[in-house]
């Protein structure tokens, strides 16, 4: 119990955690290029595809959280960094 107790404490742990979750979501939700976050389908030059939109959204608003904790996981390394001299 003790350990797990010091390894929630440990800033050095959650850095890591966050820099990690924050690089699988960039990996995995970075906006790809075949999603168009405006809808607009390239076969069809009049037309916007709100389903199309929604995902374009989704999309990059999981790949602002990933890069959200990729700065998270930055500032803890830094505080540590410093607290550590």
């Known amino acids: 119990m003790n350990y797990i107790h010091q390894l929630l404490l ?3 742990f959650w850095s890591a955690l966050s820099g990690f979750v924050g690089t699988m979501l960039i990996f995995f939700f970075g906006l790809p290029p ?7 389908l390239n076969l069809i030059l009049e037309q916007e595809d709100e389903e199309e939109k929604k995902t374009g959204r989704k999309y990059k608003r999981i790949s602002y959280i990933g ?3 990729l700065s998270i996981s930055f500032f803890l390394q830094l505080i540590r960094i410093i607290y550590a001299n």
Do not use: A, M
Request: hydrophobic share 30%; glycine share 8%.
């Open 67 to 69: 890069i959200s904790l």
């Open 34 to 40: 075949k999603v168009d976050p405006e809808g607009h």
């Open 10 to 12: 440990n800033v050095d």
